[in-house]
């Protein structure tokens, strides 16, 4: 016999981030779709945003999957064309049905010392550029370490900063905002103080540089620059 449920649907977006154990607690669910006539099982997600390694998420939809629909997100609604195009490269071609804006900002970091003086200059042009307000800019940065330094560092400046978000990029993920600016760690280390691997930091660009939505300005070191203008330069031709 079925499990008898209140629910008539159920929709799982960002798929990609549930692990395992995630996927066991909506078993019933899953059984009930098999069970219940017109029960709805949507699945919603983007592999490239799979940014928690080993969550497991793949295995248990290929489990499921004669059971559920899965959706998968190919058609970039958020950016504008011209970020849809940087995003792509590292994440695989999308419809992009933005419209046009202006071309992705580089910004070239030395040194961690030196972010926040940029930074402010950047916020100021921004402002005055685009006639943009605090609450519309939001500040990413590649790790919690990065954000943490800026926050010691520069907690001065930052409080003046009022209603400016400064988060990383994995808790940004699934948001947007008019405006950001995405610093990756000129010294591109991890939380725990490892090199990041190349697909890891792929994951985090593509992530990144998609939550901005009309105006996007990128900081990193000469390699990390020179890498983004080069994927730009790219697919112009």
Not at 14 to 41: H, N, P, R, Y
Request: charged fraction near 25%.
């Amino acid at each position: 016999s079925g499990i008898s449920l209140p629910y008539k649907a159920v929709i799982v977006d960002e798929a990609q981030d549930f692990t395992a154990k995630m996927w066991q607690s909506l078993t019933d669910f899953i059984d009930a779709c098999t069970a219940s006539d017109g029960f709805v099982f949507n699945i919603f997600l983007d592999s490239n945003q799979n940014i928690y390694e080993g969550s497991g998420w793949e295995t248990a939809i290929l489990k499921y999957a004669e059971h559920i629909k899965i959706s998968h997100l190919l058609i970039n609604c958020r950016n504008t064309s011209e970020i849809g195009l940087l995003v792509e490269k590292f994440g695989g071609s999308h419809l992009m049905l933005g419209a046009k804006g202006p071309a992705p900002k580089f910004v070239e970091l030395h040194q961690n010392d030196e972010i926040m003086n940029l930074l402010e200059q950047e916020l100021s042009h921004l402002k005055t550029t685009y006639g943009l307000n605090n609450e519309e800019i939001t500040v990413l940065t590649s790790t919690r370490r990065l954000l943490t330094f800026l926050e010691n560092e520069f907690a001065s400046e930052i409080s003046k900063l009022a209603q400016v978000k400064f988060q990383t990029i994995k808790s940004f993920k699934g948001l947007e905002s008019p405006a950001a600016v995405v610093i990756f760690s000129p010294d591109d280390f991890d939380d725990s103080g490892e090199i990041l691997e190349e697909s890891e930091l792929d994951k985090l660009r593509y992530v990144g540089l998609s939550r901005a939505q009309i105006v996007l300005t990128v900081f990193g070191n000469r390699s990390e620059i020179q890498n983004f203008q080069s994927k730009l330069k790219l697919g112009k031709n």
